[in-house]
């Protein structure tokens, strides 16, 4: 998975409220005693918490169990995911079904790789499989950069080929011939980590 823009919230430091990067953020607290801020995964968890003040934010975590609803979820779909062992480092894949978490197709390890070229390679063979067996069940990833290459039909990693991932290489380039002479009815599904939890191809590596 790529990195995932955050919204920083500053409770108390010399200019209290929200900012969309670290770097703002330091601006605002940096040397100041005692400042009180934290990250979050979306602008509207961050007003959110800002609106609650600090000690009623932290005293909610405290108080509430992380849990997850499954509700919105479409479960006649496949889910894909990648899992990569250092970036780069020993890359691997597979393509599951959402429901079940049967495995459908497993590639990898590769070396010399990265999680985002994994996650890219996992939905174009997801998408292959699916066309072969005439299915338009659609594909979930909790990966937006993956998407990103998925709709531009290009790899666009910046990873630089050598010895040991000219394998990898291949398949990069086998992947985006297939995205230029396929075309798919397949929805591209953005899995739903913070609701839903993990995707189930996840391989379990946090």
Same mark, same amino acid.
């Given at each position: 998975?790529?990195?995932?823009?955050?919204?920083?919230?500053?409770?108390?430091? &010399?200019?209290?409220?929200?900012?969309?990067?670290?770097?703002?953020?330091?601006?605002?607290?940096?040397?100041?005693?005692?400042?009180?801020?934290?990250?979050f995964?979306? +602008?509207?968890?961050?007003?959110?918490? &800002?609106?609650?003040?600090?000690?009623?934010?932290?005293?909610?975590?405290?108080?509430?169990?992380?849990?997850?609803?499954?509700?919105?979820?479409?479960?006649?779909?496949? $889910?894909?995911d $990648?899992?990569?062992?250092?970036?780069?480092?020993?890359?691997?894949?597979?393509?599951?079904?959402?429901?079940?978490?049967?495995? +459908?197709?497993?590639?990898?390890?590769?070396?010399?790789?990265?999680?985002?070229?994994?996650?890219?390679?996992?939905?174009?063979?997801?998408?292959?499989?699916?066309?072969?067996?005439?299915?338009?069940?659609?594909?979930?990833t909790?990966?937006?950069?993956?998407?990103?290459?998925?709709?531009?039909?290009?790899?666009?990693?910046? +990873?630089?080929?050598?010895?040991?991932?000219?394998?990898?290489?291949?398949?990069?380039?086998?992947?985006?011939?297939?995205?230029?002479?396929?075309?798919?009815?397949?929805?591209? +599904?953005?899995?739903?980590?913070?609701?839903?939890?993990?995707?189930?191809?996840?391989?379990?590596?946090?």
């Amino acid at each position: 998975m790529g990195k995932k823009k955050k919204f920083y919230v500053v409770w108390e430091g &010399y200019e209290p409220g929200i900012y969309s990067s670290w770097q703002e953020c330091k601006l605002k607290i940096q040397n100041y005693p005692n400042a009180k801020y934290k990250s979050f995964e979306s +602008l509207e968890e961050a007003k959110e918490a &800002y609106a609650m003040g600090f000690f009623s934010f932290q005293k909610q975590k405290k108080q509430i169990p992380k849990s997850y609803s499954k509700e919105g979820i479409e479960w006649k779909s496949i $889910a894909v995911d $990648a899992a990569s062992s250092g970036n780069p480092g020993k890359m691997e894949y597979r393509g599951v079904v959402t429901k079940t978490k049967q495995v +459908l197709f497993h590639m990898g390890p590769f070396p010399n790789g990265t999680n985002n070229i994994g996650e890219f390679l996992a939905l174009v063979h997801g998408l292959a499989f699916l066309k072969e067996k005439k299915s338009d069940l659609p594909i979930y990833t909790d990966s937006r950069i993956a998407m990103s290459w998925i709709r531009q039909k290009k790899c666009k990693t910046n +990873l630089a080929k050598n010895a040991k991932n000219e394998k990898l290489f291949e398949l990069i380039k086998r992947a985006e011939i297939w995205l230029s002479k396929h075309t798919f009815k397949n929805p591209i +599904l953005k899995w739903e980590t913070k609701s839903w939890g993990e995707i189930p191809a996840d391989f379990g590596r946090k």
